[in-house]
């Protein structure tokens, strides 16, 4: 069964930079993009970019230009999420998401969420 | 790109039928049928209820329907019960390679 498995809360202080992993299993980790989507407390859900496993490509949410990165290492079905200059805005959890067959921007399969706090 | 617009609530008593909107624009909702409507409950990981406007995957009961007209998508929960209480977001695709959510809705069932 598809599993997305990411890794545990993290504390920041502003300024820092924060890597998130999500280690995929139980499909082709190549054949379906993975997006990462956020969610401050109490607040709704923000998408924040989209990585093609297969080349590495990226597109992310305007807002996040310049401060985010994400990668893939597919020797071990994993991608990352990089979020660099962090606020306290920045405070959420952050969730991978494996898109649809077909990439057609839905998402049944989620990881089980990585709470980053920014605080000093 | 700005958020799909959802009411922030809405309501109905069990065995009723709400229908909760998202309204985007014709760059968004109204050019692609890439909707996607899910269902999160406190402290959980979103779970998918409707996909491309109007399909319902496996296992999601079909008392839940969505529906799209111009610029605003829909999704309707008939037969209200206890557990559909919850908070609903819709998704859509904007082009470019880019997804906009809605803001979301918290649905109480009475």
């Known amino acids: 069964q598809v599993q997305l498995v990411q890794s545990g809360a993290e504390v920041k202080k502003p300024g820092a930079a924060v890597k998130v992993s999500c280690k995929a299993s139980g499909y082709d980790f190549s054949s379906y993009y993975m997006h990462w989507v956020r969610q401050a407390p109490g607040q709704g859900l923000e998408w924040m970019g989209i990585?093609?496993?297969?080349?590495?490509?990226?597109s992310y949410a305007e807002k996040m230009q310049g401060r985010l990165t994400m990668a893939r290492d597919t020797s071990t079905s994993t991608v990352y999420m990089e979020l660099s200059s962090l606020r306290s805005e920045d405070t959420a959890v952050y969730y991978c998401?494996?898109?649809?067959?077909?990439?057609?921007?839905?998402?049944?399969?989620w990881g089980q969420g990585t709470l980053v706090t920014v605080s000093s | 790109q700005s958020a799909l617009t959802q009411p922030p609530s809405a309501s109905g008593s069990p065995g009723q039928s709400v229908t909760i909107s998202c309204t985007g624009t014709?760059?968004?909702?109204?050019?692609?049928?890439?909707v996607a409507w899910y269902q999160q409950h406190p402290g959980k990981v979103p779970k998918l209820m409707i996909y491309e406007v109007s399909k319902r995957p496996s296992g999601v009961p079909d008392r839940f329907s969505g529906s799209k007209s111009g610029n605003t998508a829909s999704l309707t929960v008939s037969g209200l019960q206890a557990e559909d209480e919850a908070d609903y977001y819709c998704s859509s695709y904007t082009g470019n390679n880019n997804l906009v959510f809605g803001g979301g809705t918290k649905l109480t069932v009475l």
């Open positions: 014709s760059s968004d909702v109204g050019r692609y049928n890439y």
């Open positions: 998401a494996r898109d649809s067959p077909g990439w057609y921007w839905y998402y049944q399969h």
């Open positions: 990585i093609n496993p297969s080349s590495g490509g990226t």
